[in-house]
Structures are given as C-alpha cells and as structure tokens.
T-cell receptor
C-alpha cells in the first residue's frame, strides 16, 4: 500500500529563516505535487514534479524530487508571514493520488 | 474562467439523515474526484469519474457512500444514514483527463464542511 509521510507535521519558524519540509513515499512514482492550503480554503497547486532530479522554484519556495530515494523536499528561503499555511505533498500512482498529512507552517515576526 | 464549485459550503445534519453534496467541475474537464479531509488531516481519496468509464469507487469507506455523475458535468456525493465520523470537509477536484499519457493537474473546489450532530 502506498504511504506518504511528511515531516514535520507542525513547523513554527521566524521570519527570515530557512527550513525544509520532507515528503517520503513508499512506492515508485515519478509524479509528485505540492499544494498549499490556507485555513478554511481549498488547495492551491504549487509545484508539479515529473522526473528524478526535478527542481522548481517560485518565489521563496523551491521543490525537488529524488525518485530513487522516494523523497521530495520543499525548501523555504527567508520565510515571510504570508507563507503561513498548511503544505501537502501528493504522490501520483497511475492517477491514484495519495496525500501526506500536511505540514502546518506558522511564520512568526 | 470559473473554477470548481461546490454546494452547500456548510451542512449540518443530524445523525442518521442522508445528505447530498454537489460538485460542478470546470467546463471541459473529463475527470472528477471526491476527497474527504478530516480535521487536521490530509486528503483521503473517495472516488473518481473519467468520461463515460465506470467510476473508481475503491476509496469509498462504506456502502453508505455513493456518487453519481452525469456525463462530464455535475456530480453528487450521497452519504446515507450519516454518522458522526462522517464529519469532515468534502473536497471535489476536476482535471482535463486521467491517465499516464500526460500530466493532468487537479483543480480543487472550496469544499463542503459537513457536521453530523
């Protein structure tokens, strides 16, 4: 059974600091998605990673995928308060999407 | 353009009652998905529809859950004899297709928050 594990589940960080969220999964996949969810809102797509070694960056967020290690990372650079949200990774196995439990990020001034 | 819409946005129902949740996908999207998100947790896949193919019901948690979709339009998720553990946000998503030949990104609706008292 495909398992998707994110860590940490909760992350409180100071503005200006860097941190990485990890997403491990248990079955071979070459498609991984990162989503952002604000409280009471739906999911917003951030990144789609389609191959080993894929790296994508948008603003202060950078996502990477290592299919051999079955690991994706979401790196936050110089965090700002606006990044406070819950971040989910999702692994696509033949369009069967399995989501991690989410990382609730709080950025404090 | 219009995104995925869901109704109602909130639903409070008594234990044992039936509820119907509605999803309007993005026009032209042939694939439609239903997920359940319990408080503080990730998304749990329930069911998906692709065109006129038989739906993949593998994620439905019990026979109290069912879903229908007419063609490539509106879908309804029905929960019969609701239980308190059914309380969750039910999210719908749609995509242009479903398969391995291309990447079909899913676009999510705002969700329906169901509370069973």
């Amino acid at each position: 059974e495909l398992k998707v594990e994110q860590n940490p589940l909760f992350l409180s960080m100071q503005e200006g600091k860097n941190y990485t969220i990890y997403c491990n999964y248990s079955t071979t996949s070459d498609r991984l998605y990162w989503y952002r969810q604000d409280p009471g809102k739906s999911l917003e797509s951030l990144f789609v990673l389609l191959s080993n070694g894929a790296v994508k960056q948008e603003g202060r967020l950078m996502a990477s995928l290592d299919t051999k290690a079955r690991l994706s990372t979401l790196h936050i650079t110089a965090a700002v308060h606006d990044l406070s949200a819950t971040y989910f990774c999702a692994v696509d196995i033949y369009n069967d999407m399995r989501f991690g439990a989410g990382t609730r990020l709080t950025v404090k001034p | 353009g219009a995104g995925v819409s869901q109704s109602p946005s909130n639903k409070v129902t008594e234990k044992g009652k039936d509820v119907e949740l509605r999803c309007d996908p993005i026009s032209g999207h042939t694939a439609l998905y239903w997920y359940r998100q319990r408080l503080g947790q990730g998304l749990e896949f329930l069911i998906y529809f692709q065109g006129n193919s038989a739906p993949d019901k593998s994620g439905l948690p019990s026979d109290r859950f069912s879903a229908e979709r007419t063609g490539e339009s509106v879908s309804t998720l029905t929960i019969q004899r609701t239980q308190q553990e059914d309380s969750a946000v039910y999210l719908c998503a749609s995509s242009l297709g479903h398969g391995r030949l291309a990447v079909y990104e899913q676009y999510f609706g705002p969700g329906t928050r169901l509370t069973v008292t």
